[in-house]
């Protein structure tokens, strides 16, 4: 359980305040309601680039990094297909460092030329070192334009391509900020040993006077259903196929989310999930062989990879899935087993309670989904999944109709290269 | 009125709490270190043994007998192992490094009586199935495989060798011929002389009380699993006479980087004061290498320089992976870099920031139960005593611009560093 208060500022930031005095350190937490789905298709990789350039100083203050070192604090941050999320740690004395930081990138950048052209380098050197130079690393970049053929969530955070990044302009980089950096965009998350008054009050001084950017809602276009199985084929440089199968799932704040998830953890979370005892330790006929969700906020994927042993065929590798598949359509999960994967959610939840930045980016992330009180809700949504409702949603997830399925092939080496 | 281009006041960091674990021992005199702190009811037990790829007798024994303890023990099949622990939400880590085989287990503390009673079987009875071997060997043979593939990888293997020579065990030399030479006997063997009580020490973490040593004398204080311990081996380094390394892989578009060099070890007076200036160099966000040549230059993701303090040797390492039109132009950046930290002190503005910064870092290595744990063995593995940590603090408030010129005129002489480039060009004006 995590106790918070929360308020919201005149000009529509939500402030939001957990109080831990287990720790000598304060996170500050900034979560923007913008990422990659908000791009225009021709300019994929923008949300992310972006997030590099709010570390390129901000209207007032030329540096972030430097005062913020000064004051013994830390930082980071990450671009997801639903989010941009900023987060810094500090001894809690040097708390208003982080408003002081914080605030000045929400109210305007430097947009600086010279930030731009060296972390549009950055970026494309990072574009590299993920993807392009990586085994298996364009494999999400496919899987995803497999899979979604309108929504946005057809392309990568990293971006699509290369080029994108390369054409970015500063009135584009511009235009975005005010379109999306904006209070009544952001959530603000404070944990550590702080009381919420303080909080409320350094948040009106430093962030009260940025002005509301009346922020549109977003309209992304929603996925159609898919009536067809979708098959892609690549021919890679890596030491061994791998098959990917990704099956249309539910949104988050779908009461279906969790059995979905769930059902992933009785697939493949641990050594005695089914597919590893079975396909994997029984059979041997894969070496790897994990499922797993997306975990985007709209309608994601459930996502079934492996790798198959030496000897094993792609296609034979997908019938042995489809069985372990078939058999959570066929017959419920016994009480046990339910049992046995609520207690391990249950447990993760613990363990993740343990940290306070880790709090304080859970709370902003699901403050972005809906409510900040769903991290408290959730051992309870997990506990009253029955194995009838995983039996009902594995019916409605693994269809074939549903599937997209990419086979990753191997370039053998005794293959002359045309 | 809010001036918005001066940062508020910064507090200097004066008091930090640092939690020391207490040691206790088990009648048959495993040291037991406890870090009682925490408000989760959250157990972290780390099993410490002497087991790493130091004391192997071949490639992989260490890593593969490490990674069989949770493959079956005389009480618990493989499947009966991963059941228990998935059934009630805890976690088995294995991991062999160049010294420790480490067995560490994380659990609701509600659940620590059962799960201690399984660790305790897997821990002195591991029964080393032929099966499950197989299925792991298979299953690191492909990792193997994958992880050959990436530059980094690669550079790494070719820096360790370099600076060790391939005969030293902290030289990283798998083939994948070598997942066939394993045998199981070879890995009962290594198990039977390094797994024992008298080869073990133990840390606990978390809400833990008397109740927790009870349970830990109760399953593991006993005479029943004390066996002859190994005599040490010893084994000198021999480094390659040639400082430039170049490992061929065909069609990458960037390459990795390694450079580095011999660096003293944690007990050696300049240790606290050259942390200091390796992380001037490459070691934090601000730093010279980072500044330079990600901030400035554009070539790099990212840069960095640490220290890899090891049992027997450490090094400084610079690690980065770069376009392969950049290759030349970083090493050209990094050697000026070091230069610089040699003929210009650094300013005080610098020297200020990199201090509060590491007495930041400082703080959140004493922060919570685990990190705590992680901060005492770091100096328990070198038998170090928490005078290490107020000796770091003294230096770190102390240190001024000279003394850590005069260190990277003794430390930072690019010509003493090796090299390794890992990629499809060759960089030929280097060799």
């Known amino acids: 359980m995590i106790h918070f208060e929360r308020t919201k500022l005149a000009n529509g930031l939500t402030v939001i305040v957990h109080q831990d005095k287990t720790t000598p350190m304060v996170a500050i937490d900034v979560c923007y309601n913008v990422g990659s789905r908000d791009e225009h298709p021709d300019r994929t990789g923008f949300a992310h680039l972006f997030e590099h350039l709010m570390f390129g100083g901000s209207k007032h203050i030329p540096s972030y990094d430097e005062p913020l070192q000064k004051a013994g604090g830390d930082n980071n941050a990450f671009t997801s297909n639903d989010l941009t999320n900023y987060y810094l740690t500090l001894p809690k004395n040097n708390i208003e460092t982080g408003f002081w930081l914080e605030s000045d990138r929400m109210l305007e950048l430097a947009f600086s030329k010279s930030s731009l052209e060296v972390q549009r380098n950055v970026v494309i050197e990072e574009f590299k070192q993920r993807t392009l130079n990586q085994p298996y690393g364009d494999v999400w970049a496919l899987l995803r334009q497999l899979a979604y053929k309108v929504h946005p969530y057809q392309w990568p955070t990293i971006g699509r391509e290369i080029s994108h990044i390369e054409k970015a302009t500063m009135q584009q980089v511009k235009d975005f900020f005010f379109a999306h950096y904006a209070p009544d965009n952001a959530v603000l998350v404070v944990a550590g040993d702080v009381d919420f008054d303080k909080v409320v009050t350094l948040a009106d001084r430093w962030f009260g006077p940025i002005p509301n950017r009346a922020v549109k809602p977003r309209s992304i276009p929603q996925e159609p259903e898919q009536t067809e199985i979708r098959e892609q084929s690549v021919v890679r440089d890596v030491p061994n196929d791998t098959i990917y199968m990704a099956y249309h799932m539910p949104d988050r704040l779908d009461p279906n989310y969790y059995a979905t998830d769930l059902i992933s953890d009785v697939l493949s979370n641990g050594n005695s999930s089914r597919m590893y005892l079975n396909l994997v330790q029984k059979e041997k006929m894969f070496t790897e062989l994990d499922a797993y969700l997306s975990g985007d906020n709209e309608p994601g994927l459930f996502v079934v990879s492996g790798k198959p042993s030496n000897g094993i065929s792609l296609e034979t590798a997908r019938k042995a899935i489809e069985k372990e598949l078939d058999r959570m359509k066929q017959e419920r999960v016994s009480e046990y087993e339910l049992e046995k994967v609520k207690n391990k959610v249950e447990a993760n939840i613990e363990y993740s309670e343990m940290n306070y930045l880790n709090k304080a980016m859970n709370l902003a992330t699901n403050e972005i989904l809906q409510d900040a009180d769903l991290i408290n809700s959730q051992v309870d949504f997990y506990r009253s999944v029955t194995s009838a409702q995983i039996q009902e949603v594995a019916q409605q997830i693994f269809r074939t109709e549903n599937c997209s399925v990419l086979n990753y092939i191997a370039k053998k080496s005794e293959h002359v290269e045309s | ?431």
């Open chain 2, 1 to 431: 009125m809010l001036n918005r281009k001066i940062q508020p006041t910064v507090h200097p960091i004066e008091h930090i709490d640092m939690v020391q674990a207490e040691k206790r021992l088990l009648s048959n005199g495993i040291p037991v270190y406890f870090v009682n702190a925490g408000s989760q009811d959250v157990v972290k037990i780390d099993f410490i043994f002497e087991a790493g790829t130091w004391f192997q007798p071949a490639n992989l024994v260490a890593s593969l007998c490490n990674s069989m303890l949770e493959e079956g023990s005389s009480n618990f099949s493989a499947a009966e192992i991963g059941e228990k622990f998935d059934f009630y939400g805890a976690y088995i880590q294995l991991m062999a490094d160049q010294n420790y085989g480490n067995f560490n287990i994380i659990s609701l503390g509600k659940y620590l009586p059962t799960i201690l009673e399984i660790t305790e079987n897997m821990i002195k009875h591991s029964v080393f199935p032929q099966y499950e071997l197989e299925v792991l060997i298979d299953k690191n043979k492909q990792k193997f495989l994958l992880e050959n593939q990436k530059v980094k990888t690669l550079c790494q293997k070719k820096f360790t060798q370099v600076m060790f020579g391939e005969a030293h065990p902290y030289a990283i030399t798998n083939k994948i011929e070598d997942f066939d030479q394993v045998s199981r006997e070879m890995l009962v063997e290594f198990y039977q002389s390094f797994y024992h009580s008298g080869n073990c020490r133990i840390i606990a973490a978390g809400q833990v009380d008397e109740s927790v040593l009870a349970l830990l004398e109760a399953h593991f204080g006993g005479a029943d699993w004390q066996r002859n311990t190994i005599e040490t081996p010893y084994y000198e380094v021999s480094p390659d006479p040639h400082k430039f390394h170049h490992v061929e892989k065909a069609n990458g578009i960037q390459s990795a980087v390694r450079m580095g060099k011999f660096w003293v070890p944690k007990n050696h007076p300049d240790y606290h004061a050259l942390s200091v200036l390796v992380t001037i160099l490459g070691g934090y966000f601000g730093s010279r290498l980072m500044t330079n040549i990600r901030e400035e230059k554009g070539y790099t993701y990212g840069i960095g320089s640490f220290v890899l303090s090891l049992k027997h040797v450490s090094y400084l390492i610079i690690t980065t992976e770069v376009g392969n039109e950049y290759i030349e132009p970083t090493l050209n950046e990094i050697a000026i870099e070091m230069k610089r930290l040699q003929t210009e002190p650094v300013s005080e503005n610098e020297l200020e920031t990199v201090k509060s910064y590491l007495l930041g870092e400082f703080l959140r290595d004493f922060d919570g139960p685990f990190a705590l744990a992680g901060s005492f063995k770091a100096i328990n593995d070198f038998d170090l005593d928490y005078s290490f940590y107020d000796n770091y603090l003294h230096v770190l408030r102390n240190i001024t611009s000279e003394e850590l010129m005069r260190l990277a005129q003794q430390y930072l002489n690019p010509e003493d560093f090796y090299t390794v480039v890992a990629g499809s060009t060759f960089p030929t004006n280097l060799t």
